[in-house]
């Protein structure tokens, strides 16, 4: 549990920005649970089911799978029980499974050269200085804006609660009363409008509002559903969502950076 708590923790900084501490503690009920209840019971009540005689089986099973819920769940509920962490960006990720990777499977003395990966990893975290100024999902359904209170503001307001948390922790942010939009973002039914130094990034959600948008803005994102030419080479679109996921988009005083994982 140990070491595959080490080696998956990268990756949980990654997606979650956070990791816990108490897993291997909840390990120790759980995988006996797992190991000696529910798995071999289950093999039971298949072998079982051709006869009409799983039913028995299939309710202790049950019994043992709400236990083990129960235990994943009290275990979270420990306030100790993960704490935030930095959140590993694409680049780092990259570099230290590639480390981890040539410390498992290379031999002998190169092994050692695991550290040079290891280390570029944690250098590309240090150099990502700017903080993305607005989050979108894959979806295009769910936007969060960094305000000037350095608080996320989620448009629209009845985001999903897990997204919600993810982002905050992300942001080393607690959980908290969301923000309402007021003047910066500003959002109504037909987009939102988020300036900062000298740029104007907007979402457009209606038609009607996307010419104008693409007339004054810096950079939009066009989730309307149509097209217009002078979006050309400055819009993120519901396609380039759905291929490359959750886009961050950072507003720096010489220009608008916009990355995916």
């Known amino acids: 549990s140990i070491i595959a708590g080490l080696a998956t923790a990268p990756y949980i900084m990654h997606h979650f920005g956070h990791v816990s501490t108490l ?15 529910i798995m071999p019971i289950g ?7 051709p006869l009409g005689l799983a039913t028995y089986p299939l309710k202790i099973m049950a019994i043992a799978c709400n236990a083990l819920y129960d235990i ?33 499977l290379w031999q002998g003395n190169a092994r050692k050269l695991f550290i040079i990966p290891l280390l570029a990893g944690l250098l590309c975290r240090l150099i990502q200085t ?10 295009g359904n769910t936007i969060a804006f960094l305000t000037d209170t350095h608080q996320l503001a989620f448009y629209p307001n009845d985001a999903s609660h897990y997204l919600k948390r993810k982002w905050l922790y992300s942001y080393h942010l607690p959980e908290a009363t969301y923000p309402v939009l007021t003047s910066n973002p500003s959002c109504d039914p037909f987009g939102c409008l988020y300036q900062k130094h ?20 810096h950079y939009i994102i066009n989730l309307s559903g149509h097209h217009d030419p002078l979006c050309l080479g400055k819009q993120l679109t519901p396609y380039q969502l759905w291929k490359h996921g959750t886009h961050a988009i950072t507003i720096e005083e010489h220009g608008i950076k916009t990355q995916h994982p």
């Not at 093999?43 to 089911?49: K, V």
């Not at 960006?89 to 230290?96: A, E, L, M, R, W």
């Not at 000298?198 to 803005?217: E, G, N, R």
């Open 23 to 37: 897993g291997l503690f909840a390990n120790l009920f759980a995988i006996p649970l797992m190991c000696f209840v």
């Open 198 to 217: 000298q740029f104007t990034v907007a979402i457009s959600l209606h038609p009607t509002a996307l010419h104008q948008d693409c007339q004054q803005a």
């Open 130 to 139: 700017h903080t993305p100024d607005i989050l979108i999902n894959q979806h």
């Open 72 to 104: 994943a769940a009290y275990t979270a509920s420990i306030p100790i029980s993960h704490i935030n962490a930095i959140s590993l960006n694409f680049q780092s990720t990259s570099f230290i499974t590639i480390a981890l990777l040539w410390l498992c």
């Open 43 to 49: 093999i039971i009540a298949l072998t079982l089911m």
